[in-house]
């Protein structure tokens, strides 16, 4: 799959769209990177292993203003009730595995049931149930003598699930992230589906906790991005 170059410098007047966005996956698959990378575009290594984080970051995708609330699961100990009640919160969902760890590629057909099972709605227009959107990622094709997961398997799932399928290395590359969340953002405006969701902050100190050499300013550039989050159980929608 092709990588588009999403961003541009010429900003729509019109009102900021909302995206709620999940990601899920296993434990150490890079969700975090992947997350942090999109905002920051900063490859940062080492994180502690994730409780769960929502962030907040204004892009500009295709001259339109978008707010995304991205949030980022954790990949340990997440029970099913607390999964559901996070994909019940989102609109569109980034189901991530790591190409060298084979467990993590067999969870997202799973995961892919769930989101449908728990998302599935009528066409608005009628007919055919449509799906929410929904991308899969294959992150750290960088690790090659480490793989366990080929290219054409993901592929060949992609094809089974009918889900649109990137191939990613969160460390080399900072145009592959912006694909995958600019891919969900198409696809809900496609389906002309946005929260009207937004936070109430109580807190910008725990990204400074987790990244602690991370300035907010840092992630600021032109085209207006910004970067805050909260937890999910400080979510309060307005
Ligand atoms: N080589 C390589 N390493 C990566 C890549 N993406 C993430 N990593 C590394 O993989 C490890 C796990 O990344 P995280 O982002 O913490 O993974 P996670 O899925 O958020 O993990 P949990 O918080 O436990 O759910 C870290 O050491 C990252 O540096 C990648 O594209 N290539």
Redesign the pocket.
């Given at each position: 799959m092709s990588f588009p170059r999403p961003l541009r410098r010429s900003v729509s007047l019109s009102p900021a769209r909302t995206l709620r966005l999940v990601?899920l996956?296993?434990?150490?698959?890079?969700?975090?990177?992947?997350?942090?990378r999109f905002i920051t575009r900063r490859?940062?290594?080492?994180?502690?292993?994730?409780l769960e984080m929502i962030y907040r970051h204004v892009a500009v995708i295709d001259g339109e203003m978008v707010h995304f609330e991205i949030l980022?699961?954790?990949?340990?100990e997440e029970d099913s009730l607390q999964i559901e009640e996070k994909i019940k919160w989102g609109d569109g969902f980034a189901v991530?595995y790591?190409v060298t760890d084979r467990c993590s590629f067999d969870e997202v057909m799973r995961l892919c049931f769930l989101i449908n099972h728990l998302h599935a709605s009528p066409k608005r227009s009628g007919g055919a149930a449509e799906q929410p959107p929904v991308v899969i990622v294959g992150?750290?094709?960088?690790?090659q003598f480490d793989r366990m997961v080929s290219t054409e398997d993901g592929e060949n799932l992609s094809k089974a699930l009918k889900i649109p399928f990137y191939e990613?290395?969160?460390?080399?590359s900072y145009e592959e992230p912006v694909a995958v969340f600019s891919s969900l953002y198409q696809e809900l405006l496609r389906q002309g589906h946005f929260s009207p969701g937004s936070f109430k902050r109580r807190t910008v100190s725990k990204l400074m906790e987790k990244i602690p050499k991370m300035q907010a300013s840092s992630s600021l550039n032109s085209a207006g991005r910004s970067l805050s989050f909260n937890s999910f159980r400080d979510y309060i929608p307005e």
């Open positions: 990601v996956g296993q434990s150490a698959v890079g969700k975090t990177a992947l997350t942090v490859f940062i290594g080492d994180y502690d292993p994730t980022d699961t954790a990949g340990q991530v790591s992150n750290k094709k960088d690790l990613i290395s969160t460390r080399d």
